[in-house]
T-cell receptor, first 117, second 114 residues
Framework: NAGVMQNPRHLVRRRGQEARLRCSPM?????VYWYRQLPEEGLKFMVY????????ESGMPKERFSAEFPKEGPSILRIQQVVRGDSAAYFC???????????????FGEGSWLTVV | GENVEQHPSTLSVQEGDSAVIKCTYS??????FPWYKQELGKGPQLIID?????GEKKDQRIAVTLNKTAKHFSLHITETQPEDSAVYFC?????????????FGTGTRLLVSP
């Protein structure tokens, strides 16, 4: 039973390039979350998605950041025109249908470490 | 919105001692409180969680207590071992219309010395 799978694990981008981070939720999970962790800080919520829908993106920067969770395939977090301040660990998490028992339980992937040079 | 405070930021104990990490939350509607352990270079791993209809939960050497009136919850680790060394995060959320947005504390770096 594979966990939340993220790739790439490490990504280096030059300023101005685009970064694409991918996340496959745990089997049977229909809810995906993205969190960002700056060095020596806690995790900050970015966006919550269900299949083909963005439910809450209140933690996403208004510009350059976007997320999707298509009907087929992984969830994608896209950062356009990266800047040095985007350097962070980006964690994807997933949870099962929240109307069922255990719906609150959120499981995290191993993260994607983005370094902007 | 919800705000979670966590103390202490660092905690050093000797192997075999107990460790206690405390968190407070601000939103009385929060009803779910997980604890995560994060090792260097890895993702947060859920170690225990508690829901608001329960005051205490235990799993082997780990226990969590919740005081809804005071809006605080604590993680207790007994008989600590060097492999317990990691950063621990508390979090809070409330179950609304299917949305579970975790608000995290700032983390506690636990160091267990042999």
């Amino acid at each position: 039973n594979a966990g939340v799978m993220q790739n790439p694990r490490h990504l280096v981008r030059r300023r101005g390039q685009e970064a694409r981070l991918r996340c496959s939720p745990m089997k049977g999970h229909s809810h995906v979350y993205w969190y960002r962790q700056l060095p020596e800080e806690g995790l900050k919520f970015m966006v919550y998605l269900q299949k083909e829908n963005i439910i809450d993106e209140s933690g996403m920067p208004k510009e350059r950041f976007s997320a999707e969770f298509p009907k087929e395939g992984p969830s994608i977090l896209r950062i356009q025109q990266v800047v040095r301040g985007d350097s962070a660990a980006y964690f994807c998490a997933s949870s099962p249908d929240t109307t069922r028992q255990g719906g609150n339980t959120i499981y995290f992937g191993e993260g994607s470490w983005l370094t902007v040079v | 919105g919800e705000n979670v405070e966590q103390h202490p930021s660092t905690l050093s104990v000797q192997e075999g001692d107990s460790a206690v990490i405390k968190c407070t939350y601000s939103d009385s509607a929060s009803n779910y409180f997980p604890w995560y352990k994060q090792e260097l270079g890895k993702g947060p791993q859920l170690i225990i969680d508690i829901r608001s209809n329960v005051g205490e939960k235990k799993d082997q050497r780990i226990a969590v207590t919740l005081n809804k009136t005071a809006k605080h919850f604590s993680l207790h680790i007994t008989e600590t071992q060097p492999e317990d060394s990691a950063v621990y995060f508390c979090a809070a959320s409330k179950k609304g219309t299917g949305f579970q947005k975790l608000v995290f504390g700032t983390g506690t770096r636990l160091l267990v010395s042999p």
